[in-house]
């Protein structure tokens, strides 16, 4: 079964603009991590952050946490078209490295 | 440094066939996991080994089974296949930290295309 679910499903926006995806979750975590997937193809893991953390910046990636809302956002800053793919979050529980995954946010970049 | 790699690309199978996937782990990794991913959804967990085990098991029936060699590959055998196993399967491979558990970031392989006709 899926955690939980980003927002929004679908996403479109012009190249230099920024995009934000929402995640939430519903079952207590060790971390967050955001994954990339290009054309249904490998997950690339782009940034994880842990539970007693509250943000975390990977290059042109802002990701918070609210674990009282039970609440992910990913920020990608200055989109460009080869940031075209969809974007999930997977929560992971103490001691394993198994991932449970939401339903995905297409993210559209047009040049 | 070799990544996770999955073999076969595409497999086409019709109903009630059996189907092995593999899977080889990124070098150094020792863990494996599987994953399924339907059209539009997110991957779903099916199972993980280590030490030729398997450890974790999600929510999948008896017809997923699963293999570690001393390697460390990996493979996944559906039995009795339905149309609803047609999914994009998914290996992950990971480090185990001994009694720390395990490392939190997973690497993905390419996946394996699997149509049930």
């Known amino acids: 079964s899926q955690q939980g679910e980003e927002d929004p499903q679908a996403l479109s926006i012009q190249e230099g603009e920024n995009a934000t995806m929402n995640c939430s979750y519903k079952?207590?975590?060790?971390?967050l991590q955001w994954y990339r997937q290009n054309s249904g193809r490998g997950l690339v893991h782009l940034i994880l952050?842990?539970?007693?953390?509250r943000e975390k910046h990977s290059g042109r990636l802002r990701v918070t946490l609210d674990t009282s809302k039970k609440s992910s956002s990913l920020l990608i800053t200055a989109s460009r078209a080869a940031d075209t793919a969809s974007y999930f979050c997977?929560?992971?529980?103490?001691?394993?490295?198994?991932?449970?995954f939401g339903k995905g946010t297409m993210l559209l970049v047009s040049p | 440094d070799a990544g996770v790699t999955q073999s076969p690309t595409h497999l086409i199978k019709t109903r009630g066939q059996q189907v092995t996937l593999r899977c080889s782990p990124k070098?150094?990794?020792?863990?494996v996991s599987w994953y399924q991913q339907a059209l539009g959804q997110g991957p779903q967990f099916i199972f993980q080994?280590?030490?030729?085990?398997?450890?974790q098991r999600g929510n999948f029936p008896d017809r997923f089974s699963g293999h570690q060699f001393p390697n460390y590959s990996s493979e996944l055998n559906v039995n009795a296949l339905l149309l609803g196993d047609s999914a994009l399967y998914l290996c992950?491979?990971?480090?185990?930290?001994?009694?720390?558990?395990?490392?939190?970031?997973?690497?993905f392989g390419p996946g394996t295309r699997l149509t049930v006709t």
């Open positions: 997977a929560t992971s529980n103490s001691g394993y490295s198994t991932l449970t």
């Open positions: 079952t207590s975590i060790n971390n």
């Open positions: 952050i842990r539970s007693n953390e």
């Open positions: 070098s150094g990794h020792d863990t």
């Open positions: 080994y280590y030490e030729e085990e398997e450890r």
């Open positions: 992950a491979s990971s480090l185990r930290l001994g009694l720390a558990g395990h490392s939190y970031e997973q690497y």
